[in-house]
């Protein structure tokens, strides 16, 4: 039998090649003579380097930098043969680097991703492609704007203090961003726009840390930051604050966007890069996963895509997860044809947390022991 793994991530406890290794592993215990075939995914969020990183001809290169709150953390950038740079905008300003007590969008910044991109400019790429997914930042990339010599500033020409809530009081930029004329692309599945009812602020501030209070604030603020952008940046397309793509991770995807870059699906990209769609052909079982299965993984996210990828070609897909809350009908409609979960495997949400590689070994077996032939 043929069967293809290509989860996502299990957000806080696993990436998605942990996942893959986890239930291939249970798997050849029962049918050690299948052949599967492994495609991790990734979305532009946290582990798109990382699943990258095995599907291109690149090497990672090491790269220091900061965590939203300026503290030194550990960076890498995919350098391919081809010129092109990959990096991630969660390893500087991922959520999960903050504990709950210190988020908060109002000070966060993406200095941080600024230094990524730097290290990628002088690497010598000619196009840098920025994964953006699970951030704790909402800054609209003021900060990785600094990090690239074009600081915000005030009226009276100082600097403004890192954050969200400061760029009330833009009023133009230090300088040019230091780019060497390399082309930006913003890897992101998602297509807020920067700010509105719809927007960075309103959607996914709350996630961050923001109340209600300090949302109309901040999307005030973004909203004052992208008519400097325009004015100061001449690759700034017209209209940014209300551009599709540019709420992504606290409106970084604004910044590529004011930068003259451009927005591009990242699942399609990570899809073609790893020669998914061949790995399909190929396959007469589909497992994907992602470490919670609700309602909006039916939506976009990397188990729907997978999901109705594998209906459209009449195969049989089975989504594993850390908990499953999608309704069985809607997920059938999606292309789902069985779900299953650590925390009903286990019992309880802590045993699940803490044990997620023995659970998908067991899932692994399990599975392998009603499909294999």
Same mark, same amino acid.
């Given at each position: ?131 953006? $997914? &699970? ?5 609209? +990339? %003021?900060?990785? #704007? !600094?990090?690239? /010599? ?5 009226? *009276? ?87 599709? $793509? &540019? ?5 970084? +995807? %604004?910044?590529? #966007? !004011?930068?003259? /870059? ?5 699942? *399609? ?105």
């Amino acid at each position: 039998m043929r069967v293809l793994f290509c989860p996502d991530k299990f957000a806080g406890t696993l990436s998605a090649p942990e996942v893959v290794a986890a239930v291939t592993d249970g798997w050849r215990q029962v049918a050690p003579d299948d052949d599967l075939i492994a495609r991790p995914l990734a979305d532009g969020g946290p582990g798109f380097v990382e699943v990258l990183a095995g599907a291109v001809d690149g090497r990672r290169v090491p790269v220091p930098t900061v965590d939203p709150l300026g503290r030194a953390v550990p960076g890498e950038i995919l350098l391919t043969t081809d010129g092109t740079a990959y990096l991630e905008s969660a390893q500087a300003c991922g959520l999960h680097l903050l504990d709950a007590a210190e988020r908060d969008p109002k000070v966060t910044t993406s200095y941080g991703l600024g230094l990524l991109i730097a290290a990628a400019v002088e690497g010598g790429a000619q196009r840098v492609v920025i994964g953006l $997914g &699970g951030s704790v930042t909402n800054d609209a +990339g %003021a900060g990785m #704007l !600094a990090a690239l /010599g074009a600081a915000p500033l005030d009226v *009276a020409g100082h600097a403004l203090p890192y954050g969200g809530a400061a760029l009330t009081a833009v009023e133009a930029l230090a300088g040019t961003p230091r780019l060497r004329g390399v082309e930006l692309v913003a890897a992101t599945d998602v297509d807020n726009p920067l700010v509105g009812l719809h927007g960075a602020s309103n959607v996914y501030g709350p996630q961050k840390g923001a109340t209600r209070e300090d949302i109309l604030l901040l999307d005030a603020a973004l909203e004052r930051f992208a008519t400097v952008l325009e004015r100061e940046l001449p690759a700034c397309p017209a209209g940014l604050a209300a551009l599709p $793509g &540019g709420g992504a991770a606290g409106g970084l +995807g %604004a910044a590529v #966007l !004011a930068l003259g /870059g451009r927005c591009e699906s990242g699942i *399609a990209l990570v899809t073609r890069l790893i020669g998914l769609d061949a790995a399909f052909d190929a396959a007469d079982l589909v497992i994907t996963g992602e470490g919670s299965f609700d309602h909006q993984s039916l939506r976009g996210k990397v188990v729907a895509g997978v999901a109705g990828a594998a209906r459209d070609r009449g195969l049989p897909c089975v989504v594993l997860a850390g908990r499953v809350s999608a309704g069985r009908r809607e997920a059938a409609a999606a292309g789902v044809t069985e779900a299953y979960s650590l925390v009903e495997h286990f019992g309880d949400v802590e045993t699940a947390m803490a044990r997620p590689v023995e659970g998908l070994r067991a899932l692994g077996t399990r599975l392998a022991g009603q499909w294999s032939r």
